[in-house]
C-alpha cells in the first residue's frame, strides 16, 4: 500500500542545517509529485514546496533561497534540506504524495501523508 | 495571491449534529478547492476535492459545496471521530492553505 515516511533528527541547533529524508514506497516517484509541508505547534499548514515527477522542483518563496529538495529514485527517496534554521522553524515537517487519479494531477492536492518528523530547533 | 478566509476558528457541537465549516476565497476559484481532516497527532488527510467530489474512502457524512469565492464543508450525524482540525485549500490559482477549524464535542 501507500506509504510516506519522514526520518530526520528531532532536534537542530539554532543557525545550523535541516536534513529530512521521505521514503516512499506503493507508488513510483517517476509518477507522482510529492510535497513538503510543516506545521508549526498548534498552528496551521504550511506548503513549503514540491518535488515534480519529471525532476522539476517548486518552492514556497517565503524560504527564500534556504530551502532545497531533491531525490533519489533508485531509493525512492525525497530529501529536504533546509539551512539557517530559527526558533520559528521549530515544526512537524510532512511529506505529502499529490493526487493522481491516473487521468489527471491535481496539482497540490495532497492525497497521502507521513506520520510527519518533528522537529525542534534550539539555542 | 489568492486568499482564504476560513470560518469558524473553533466550534464545538454534540454528537449526531450537523456542522458546517466555511471557506471564503478573496477571488473566484472555480471549485478549485479541497479539504482536509487532521485528527489530533495524525498527519492530514484528503476529505474533498473539486470542491465537492468525495475522497476514496471518505464516508458519506461528509459533503462539499460551493461555487466562486463561497465554499462549505458539511459533517452531517457528528461522530466522535470527528473530533479533527478541518483545513481548506485552494489550488486554483497556484494554492493556499485556510486558518483552519478545530472542532470538538460539546
Known amino acids: 500500500q501507500v506509504q510516506l515516511k519522514e526520518t530526520g533528527p528531532d532536534l537542530v541547533q539554532l543557525t545550523q542545517t535541516l536534513s529530512i529524508t521521505c521514503t516512499v514506497s506503493?507508488?513510483?516517484?517517476?509518477?507522482?509529485?510529492v510535497h513538503w509541508v510543516r506545521q508549526p505547534p498548534g498552528k496551521g499548514l504550511e506548503w513549503m514546496g514540491a518535488m515534480w515527477n519529471g525532476g522539476g522542483t517548486d518552492y514556497n518563496s517565503a524560504f527564500k533561497s534556504r530551502l532545497s529538495i531533491s531525490r533519489d529514485t533508485s531509493k525512492s527517496q525525497v530529501f529536504l534540506k533546509m539551512n539557517s534554521l530559527q526558533t520559528d522553524d521549530t515544526a512537524k515537517y510532512f511529506c505529502?504524495?499529490?493526487?493522481?487519479?491516473?487521468?489527471?494531477?491535481?496539482?497540490?492536492?495532497?492525497?497521502?501523508w507521513g506520520q510527519g518528523a518533528s522537529v525542534t530547533v534550539s539555542s | 495571491d489568492i486568499q482564504m478566509t476560513q470560518s469558524p476558528a473553533s466550534l464545538s457541537a454534540s454528537l449526531g449534529e450537523t456542522v458546517t465549516i466555511e471557506c471564503r476565497a478573496s477571488e473566484d476559484i472555480y471549485n478549485g478547492l479541497a479539504w482536509y481532516q487532521q485528527k489530533p497527532g495524525k498527519s492530514p488527510q484528503l476529505l474533498i476535492y473539486n470542491a465537492n467530489s468525495l475522497h476514496t474512502g471518505v464516508p458519506s457524512r461528509f459533503s462539499g459545496s460551493g461555487s466562486g469565492t463561497q465554499y462549505s464543508l458539511k459533517i452531517n450525524s457528528l461522530q466522535s471521530e470527528d473530533v479533527a482540525s478541518y483545513f481548506c485549500q485552494q489550488y486554483y490559482d497556484y494554492h493556499t492553505f485556510g486558518a483552519g477549524t478545530k472542532l470538538e464535542l460539546k
Open positions: 505529502a504524495r499529490n493526487y493522481y487519479d491516473g487521468t489527471y494531477y491535481y496539482y497540490y492536492v495532497m492525497d497521502a
Open positions: 506503493g507508488f513510483s516517484l517517476t509518477t507522482y509529485n
